[in-house]
């Protein structure tokens, strides 16, 4: 279980790794998954690609086993301060060594909130999983992050009377329009197989390019404080609605709480 001094981590860092109970056998299962649903060679084009994702759509036992681990479950209810919270988005990548390139990463925010939405009981905000099914190093396409950068962020917003006023919403924000704030250096976030990183998408952030020789395989999954409802673009809510009543009947019945079915975007 994630320790006090990890979820204090978390709250001044914006991210933290720590170990899962997950095994050998199963990172090995859900990389072979991963292998299977995410080829290099694009199935209709044939052109080969750096980066390979999916959002929503998975069903695949060895990755639902992974999904409704109640370990997730209860780090996310510590991190977010809530005696109950459901799913918000899944998605798998995984990023493909790009042998010669150089090392780069474009910055952005995912989400922005307000030091009240940190601060409030649950937390209003989604707490993000990273899990690592391999090896991350330095090299292997790290995320790239800005420690305490959501706290300059959410108390820049907490001071603008029209930004404390928005509800959270996901909507993608490049560095260069976020405002200008002391961020710190950029930094990688590094782990070892089967360990968790546990973030804010809220804080600065980057994919970065693979210039290790082996691909890097990430799993995220999402959750937030049960009735507490964060905006999506319209195509991801309608995309979400449609996915939860599917992943609802592929669930174990002892874990199908973790979705909301009153979600409505």
Same mark, same amino acid.
């Given at each position: ?38 080829? &290099?060679? *694009? %199935? ?7 980066? $390979?994702?999916? !959002? ?6 060895? =990755? ?93 917003? &907490?001071? *603008? %009377? ?7 919403? $996901?909507?993608? !924000? ?6 200008? =704030? ?84």
């Amino acid at each position: 279980m994630i320790t006090k001094e990890q979820v204090e981590q978390f709250d001044t860092q914006g991210a933290v790794t720590i170990d899962t109970p997950l095994t050998s056998d199963q990172l090995a299962a859900a990389r072979r998954v991963f292998d299977e649903l995410l080829p &290099q060679a *694009d %199935p209709s084009s044939g052109e080969l690609r750096n980066r $390979v994702g999916q !959002t929503g759509n998975i069903f695949e036992q060895e =990755l639902l086993d992974i999904l409704q681990s109640p370990f997730l479950e209860d780090v996310a209810k510590k991190v977010l301060r809530a005696e109950a919270v459901t799913f918000f988005q899944t998605a798998i990548i995984k990023a493909y060594p790009e042998p010669g390139a150089e090392f780069r990463f474009s910055e952005h925010t995912d989400i922005q909130y307000c030091s009240s939405d940190f601060e409030s009981i649950p937390r209003r905000m989604v707490c993000s999983h990273f899990l690592w099914l391999n090896d991350v190093n330095e090299k292997r396409a790290p995320m790239m992050h800005r420690p305490g950068s959501h706290l300059l962020i959410a108390r820049h917003r &907490q001071n *603008d %009377p029209e930004l404390a006023k928005a509800p959270p919403a $996901v909507k993608g !924000t490049s560095k260069e329009h976020l405002p200008d =704030l002391p961020y710190s250096e950029p930094v990688p976030v590094t782990a070892r197989a089967g360990q968790v990183s546990v973030l804010t998408t809220s804080m600065v952030h980057a994919g970065s390019t693979n210039v290790d020789k082996e691909p890097r395989y990430a799993f995220v999954i999402t959750f937030h404080p049960r009735n507490f409802y964060i905006g999506l673009p319209e195509s991801q809510a309608q995309a979400k609605i449609k996915y939860d009543r599917e992943l609802q009947e592929h669930l174990r019945s002892d874990r199908r709480h973790l979705i909301d079915t009153t979600w409505q975007g």
